[in-house]
């Protein structure tokens, strides 16, 4: 658990303000790992990546809000958010990006899936459970994009059962099925079956479940327009918003740039799904992926000039100035594997 990350909730002002500069170092810290995985697999020392750039003040205010308990089952661009709960280090992140056999240092999986795949241990090493209630847990990710919605509903229902089976003992699993499940999904994987099979059935059942659409526009090289009705995946989900009379979704809507709207608005998902057993989609907006999609590509030759011009300066954290070079040369120096051993 790491001690710094606090809600905004009856903080005083140098609290607050000590919480922005620990996001700020968290962001930048991120995206540096980006920038510089990308040039570790262009110069021939890995062989893929794909990154979280861009998607990174979401990723920090979720963090903010998520418990001892909870569980993570979410996709490849979650690098700040792992970071931000001191679940990975930056050198663990390069670690997973040439694909390390040694477990003590690659610890997601020990070189054996593809790098952005984030996950927990919930064994000890005698194979006995640990006490799931007393860590942060993330489910490994895995490759085909949206398959991680059936499992996060399953560990969504797994809450709501032990919070109305009495007869059934929660320890070391459950406080009372006041956990979280918390998914994320880009909002091209938005457009597949496993997201609308998923999104109905948490609706119908009414568990704990978060689901933030990381939304940047574009499905790797495709815009939103060819691949999502209205080019907004909350507006044709907006029949699933709960009311007075009829129970259903809380759905939320904010900007991937607004730092104060999404702590509060995660802190909003968190009070209502733990509390009230009622799923919360959150519809991120006018995020960037300043790199493209992968080291595969070159987003420069689908993105118009106006966007790619959009992108440069709408990024929330602005790591080309203000101390991003510093924090470059402390990576160099003390975090790529390659360059210590």
């Excluded at 526009?217 to 907004?232: F, L």
């Amino acid at each position: 658990m790491n001690p710094d990350l606090q809600t905004s909730e009856d903080i005083s002002f140098d609290e607050f303000r000590k919480q922005i500069f620990h996001d700020y170092e968290i962001a930048v810290m991120s995206r540096e790992c980006s920038l510089l995985g990308r040039r570790e697999v262009l110069t021939g020392k890995a062989k893929f990546g794909i990154f979280g750039d861009g998607k990174e003040l979401p990723q920090l205010a979720m963090a903010r809000s998520f418990k001892d308990g909870d569980f993570r089952s979410g996709y490849y661009r979650d690098q700040t958010f792992m970071m931000a709960l001191g679940l990975l280090s930056p050198k663990e992140f390069f670690h997973g990006l040439y694909a390390t056999t040694d477990i003590e240092k690659e610890p997601m999986s020990a070189g054996r899936q593809m790098g952005g795949h984030f996950g927990t241990f919930s064994l000890q090493e005698d194979g006995s459970w640990k006490d799931l209630t007393a860590q942060k847990n993330s489910s490994p990710d895995i490759s085909p994009t949206a398959g991680q919605m059936p499992r996060l509903l399953g560990l969504a229902l797994a809450s709501k059962v032990y919070r109305n089976e009495k007869s059934i003992k929660g320890e070391k699993f459950s406080n009372n099925g006041n956990e979280v499940a918390w998914g994320t999904i880009g909002n091209a994987s938005t457009s597949e079956g496993h997201f609308f099979e998923t999104i109905n059935a948490a609706g119908v059942l009414q568990v704990p479940m978060v689901v933030s659409v990381w939304d940047d526009a574009y499905g790797i090289s495709v815009p939103a327009k060819y691949q999502t009705t209205k080019e907004n995946i909350s507006e044709i989900l907006k029949g699933f918003q709960r009311t007075e009379d009829e129970k259903g979704y809380e759905i939320l809507r904010v900007k991937g740039w607004d730092y104060t709207a999404l702590i509060h608005a995660y802190e909003n998902a968190s009070d209502i799904a733990r509390e009230e057993h009622v799923p919360v989609l959150i519809h991120v907006t006018e995020l960037t992926q300043p790199q493209g999609h992968s080291t595969s590509g070159s987003h420069e030759r689908y993105k118009s000039e106006e966007r790619l011009s959009w992108e440069k300066e709408t990024t929330a954290i602005n790591v080309l100035k203000n101390g991003s070079y510093p924090i470059r040369s402390l990576l160099k120096k003390n975090c790529l594997p390659w360059k210590k051993g």
